[in-house]
């Protein structure tokens, strides 16, 4: 649909492979497929490093220069982010090269850049990158994301004035409300001296502003309403435990965020599980085990329903009521990375990285067991929320 009907005019080969053979080296995906079935004229672009990956994760070149010429062969026309493989140093088939240079020729010539009177954008043009009316659909997004999984205790929507108890270090964390490719999440967590640069409210701010009358606590000992907020932290290549090149072998919360739960199911006060993030988790899971398939699966348990928790702020949208809640699938497609490597030679070190969760760990939850002044429950009721 983007080729034939959106009229792309340039495709980025993924890192993975299909069936066996890395999508940077697939001729038949990239030519046979893209251009001689779906008539594509554009260029091919790669995937930052995906060259280089051909020999360095997926194992089925050795050295640089096979890597190019068998990219080039299926259909790569550009390397990114630079010239690390298409270089000068290894020469390269001669029509190769001419296929792809005439392909991005043409694509200059098409978009005039080659024209004897093109200039580049006139330098100091203001230009307005979040535009008022941006934000607002950006809200809106944001908004329709939330996903309620399940109410069946009917604990929401909160009622302000209640003593709430927050749970887990996401509630306090700027981080946990940015994906991977935010700017303070891909390029900031290089430069932790400066601020984030952005206004982020952590969900505990978002709260005590949507609940002001609300008196919120750690110790979830006497409080009305127990919030559980567990989820993933975003990164890039093993920076986190979600984002583009961060897989895990498992469903389990990451960083031990499970004693976060047990902690909450203990306390005897009904518990709201906040997930943040859009990786499958086994999210719902305390002493008492996981929610009943049937409450996960069936199309009314989880009905649009208002819910201000989820939607802090809800109160100053046109209108004065709070954006619904989004039924949606609990869980998200699995992510995909190179799983073998060709030959006798282990993995790189570099691939290893990419299946190792970053080293930071959050705090670990206090345990403060059974909660005397409240009657104990067995199993408190529950509502699961999930941010995708």
């Given amino acids: 649909m983007a080729v034939r009907d959106g009229g792309a005019r340039s495709v980025m080969p993924a890192y993975n492979d299909i069936d066996g053979l890395p999508a940077h080296a697939h001729a038949r995906l990239l030519t046979e497929l893209l251009r001689e ?32 010429r068998l990219a080039l062969a299926a259909g790569v026309d550009v390397e990114l982010p630079a010239a690390r493989c298409f270089s000068p140093a290894d020469p390269l088939p001669e029509e190769l090269l001419d296929r792809a240079a005439l392909r991005v020729l043409a694509q200059k010539c098409e978009l005039g850049l080659l024209d004897p009177d093109w200039e580049p954008a006139t330098s ?23 996903v309620l999984l399940a109410n069946d205790s009917g604990v929401l929507p909160l009622d302000d004035g209640l003593r709430i108890a927050l749970l887990g270090p996401l ?29 982020v409210p952590t969900l505990a701010q978002a709260l005590h502003a949507e609940f002001p009358a609300a008196v919120f606590v750690e110790d979830p000992a006497g409080a009305d309403v127990c919030l ?26 990451p960083y031990g965020q499970a004693g976060v739960l047990d902690e909450a199911m203990a306390c005897g006060a009904p518990v709201v599980i906040v997930v943040l993030g859009a990786a499958p988790t086994r999210s719902a899971v305390g002493p008492a085990g996981p929610l009943p398939s049937s409450r996960r699966s069936s199309p009314a348990r989880r009905a649009a329903a208002r819910s201000r928790v989820s939607c802090p702020g809800g109160s100053s949208r046109p209108g004065g009521s709070p954006s619904p809640c989004r039924a949606a699938p609990a869980v998200s497609p699995p992510r995909t990375w190179p799983r073998h490597s060709v030959g006798t030679a282990s993995p790189a070190p570099w691939t ?24 104990h429950r067995s199993s408190p009721p529950r509502a699961t929320l999930r941010s995708v």
Avoid: K
Wanted: glycine letters at 12%.
């Fill in 228 to 253: 559980a907020v567990v989820g993933d932290r975003s990164g890039l290549f093993g920076r986190g435990s979600s984002g583009e090149g961060c897989d895990a072998e498992d469903l389990r919360l």
């Fill in 352 to 375: 290893r990285r990419l299946c190792i969760r970053s080293g930071t760990a959050f705090p670990t939850p206090r345990s403060t067991g059974a909660n005397r002044n409240v009657p």
């Fill in 37 to 68: 079935q779906w008539q594509f004229r554009g260029t091919v672009v790669s995937d930052y490093y995906g060259v280089s990956l051909l020999e360095e994760a997926h194992r089925v070149v050795q050295g640089e220069g096979d890597a190019a």
């Fill in 171 to 199: 509630a306090h964390e700027q981080a946990a409300m940015l994906g991977c490719y935010t700017f303070p999440r891909h390029v900031g967590v290089h430069h932790p001296d400066l601020p984030i640069g952005v206004d």
């Fill in 124 to 146: 100091g043009t203001h230009v307005q990158l979040n535009p008022p009316h941006m934000r607002e659909l950006a809200r809106v997004v944001a908004e329709e994301s939330v």
